[in-house]
């Protein structure tokens, strides 16, 4: 049985939104640090930001102003709220807990 699922992926033009969601066990969501990274093709895994249990969050730079994560611990849900949309935002996104549990991820891809 999956722990992570992500959704909300999808095909946008640049300057589009986009809002990801994470489902986790209830077991993971209460433990862990939630977290989000994103795969480029042809480059490595990189970690896109993180949310704590008590709402402290943090962001890589290239996305601070655009990218908003948001926990709902009572559906044990994490998002990803992207604004702004960039061609370099074009990745698979995954959800992270804790480092080391993963999601199957889900694409996002910013083309006209």
């Known amino acids: 049985q999956a722990q992570l699922v992500e959704s909300g992926g999808g095909l946008v033009q640049p300057g589009g939104s986009l809002r990801l969601s994470c489902v986790a066990s209830?077991?993971?969501?209460?433990?862990?640090?939630m977290n989000w990274y994103r795969q480029a093709p042809g480059k490595e895994r990189e970690w896109v930001g993180q949310?704590?249990?008590?709402?402290?969050?943090n962001y890589r730079d290239s996305v601070k102003g655009r990218f908003t994560i948001s926990r709902d611990n009572a559906k044990n849900t994490m998002y990803l709220q992207m604004n702004s949309l960039k061609p370099e935002d074009t990745a698979v996104y995954y959800c992270?807990?804790?480092?080391?549990?993963w999601g199957q991820g889900t694409q996002v891809t910013v083309s006209s």
């Open positions: 992270n807990a804790g480092g080391i549990k």
């Open positions: 209830r077991n993971i969501f209460s433990i862990y640090v």
């Open positions: 949310a704590t249990s008590g709402g402290i969050t």
